[in-house]
């Protein structure tokens, strides 16, 4: 995932708490690397707010060119 993508928020599989936010579309407006792809953490705009996620709570949406 890169800046610029679209994504909808989704339920992690590690996660054992829903999150209020699943199924909010965002966009990725900054990305924190990790120091492996699993730690990567995304700044994600959706319409109301802006939230730190991890790869597994989000589901690529469409691509930015």
Do not use: A, Y
Not at 13 to 23: E, I, L, Q, R
Not at 41 to 61: A, C, D, I, W
């Amino acid at each position: 995932m890169k800046v610029g993508d679209t994504v909808t928020i989704v339920q992690s599989k590690s996660d054992k708490f829903v999150t209020p936010f699943v199924g909010d579309v965002g966009i990725i407006i900054s990305i924190q690397l990790g120091l492996n792809e699993n730690q990567d953490k995304f700044l994600v705009q959706t319409r109301f707010r802006s939230l730190v996620l991890g790869m597994s709570s989000l589901e690529k949406h469409s691509e930015s060119r």
